[in-house]
């Protein structure tokens, strides 16, 4: 959801749309063509979040590195069964769409991300990654602060987020995201009793600016929740997606109805990549469903004419434990992969991948690349917006993955 820049006498903007996302409000202003935007960039970022933090040496496999074996006897994946993209790393076994992707040289995997004085607690260090601003404190998501500095004009549904619920990654001051889980369904909540005065437009004009503000966002609402239904009701795709799609055929049917998002949020079943007990066979299968969802992600998008303009983002709130645990799987750990993922992308590594012999105190890999520097790169060369610094809250070298 979206609103205007309007001030009100009686409450603040922020009051009112809390007190509207509370009644089950969550759509956005109506459409516009992408054309008529204040930017007209077709520049779009989907951003996938692995949750329960996902076991980085297991995903990406420094099978030519004997350290590994030693540290994982039982967990280590063979290099018989590795998808080898090269003389040091290779996939999962059942990855053939991230092998794919990389081979055609469109994956850049930046290697060793993390942040200074590690949280182990998946909920303080997801947030950390959603803000993009550890141990801050700051109230806003990285992609809400990115919303308000490129689209300062609030254009319509610029944002969406698919979940249950929204997520910290979008919070913005003056951007609210259209957020649904299921297309189908995303309409206003209400009591039955109450349906009329929900469904029905407010005729006339209200004296009352805040009532005013209201009513002008019921309709909003109205409008983004019958174009988000539109546009999956209309999309039909014959490409596969695998078993599990992570939401991103809903993503795919939105760029494909020209709605004017450039920041699509997407989360991989809460918690699901947090491994402890008996990691093997469900961590693989948890990482094919994701290869099979991405890359097929990608091909859809050639096929709607639309695989130069998106760019894709995965990453998890921390990585695993170098070593396995007594129980067959992987304790929290420190630093990860990320993944940029898009036809405009400079595959290969970026990073120093971390030592497996020079651990830390507590057994943990010693993180070599801020992950805001990942961050930094899809701000300034993704998205062209000059100052990742202020939103950032520092300054980050970027990688030279675009251009």
């Not at 998501?141 to 490129?150: E, M, Q, V, Y």
């Not at 491994?275 to 948890?286: D, F, G, I, K, N």
Request: hydrophobic share 35%; aromatic share 10%.
């Amino acid at each position: 959801m979206t609103h205007t820049s309007r001030h009100h006498t009686n409450f603040t903007r922020r009051q009112l749309l809390g007190a509207l996302a509370g009644a089950g409000l969550t759509a956005g202003l109506p459409w516009m063509p992408a054309h008529a935007a204040a930017d007209s960039s077709r520049r779009i970022l989907v951003v996938m979040e692995l949750s329960g933090a996902n076991d980085g040496l297991n995903t990406l496999v420094p099978y030519a590195d004997d350290a590994y074996y030693r540290l994982r006897p039982t967990l280590g994946i063979k290099p018989g069964k590795v998808r080898k993209i090269d003389e040091r790393f290779g996939f999962s076994p059942g990855m053939t769409g991230f092998e794919r992707l990389y081979k055609e040289g469109r994956m850049a995997i930046v290697h060793g991300c993390g942040y200074d004085q590690p949280s182990f607690s998946h909920f303080t260090s997801a947030d950390f990654w959603r803000t993009g601003v550890p141990n801050g404190g700051e109230p806003y998501g990285w992609l809400g602060r990115i919303a308000d500095a490129i689209d300062p004009q609030l254009t319509p549904n610029f944002v969406v987020n698919i979940d249950e619920r929204q997520s910290l990654a979008v919070r913005s001051a003056r951007h609210v995201p259209v957020v649904f889980d299921d297309p189908e369904r995303f309409m206003r909540k209400g009591l039955m009793n109450s349906r009329p005065l929900l469904d029905t437009p407010v005729a006339g004009n209200q004296a009352n600016a805040s009532q005013q503000f209201l009513d002008e966002v019921a309709s909003s609402a109205r409008q983004a929740s019958t174009l988000v239904r539109a546009a999956w009701e209309s999309y039909k795709t014959p490409v596969d997606y695998g078993i599990q799609s992570v939401d991103l055929p809903k993503v795919a049917a939105m760029i494909h109805a020209n709605l004017p998002t450039r920041l699509f949020y997407v989360s991989y079943r809460h918690n699901a990549f947090d491994t402890h007990v008996q990691q093997a066979e469900p961590h693989q299968r948890l990482l094919t469903y994701v290869s099979d969802a991405i890359a097929g992600f990608m091909k859809d998008l050639e096929r709607i004419g639309r695989a130069d303009d998106v760019t894709l983002l995965a990453f998890s709130e921390f990585g695993r434990r170098a070593a396995e645990n007594t129980s067959l799987g992987t304790d929290h750990g420190t630093a990860n992969h990320m993944y940029v993922i898009g036809k405009q992308v400079k595959g290969g590594h970026y990073g120093a991948f971390p030592s497996l012999t020079d651990l830390d105190e507590g057994g943990n890999l010693k993180y070599t690349t801020d992950f805001r520097r990942v961050y930094a790169t899809l701000i300034e060369g993704w998205l062209k917006h000059p100052d990742s610094k202020g939103l950032l809250s520092g300054e980050f070298n970027t990688f030279p993955i675009f251009g």
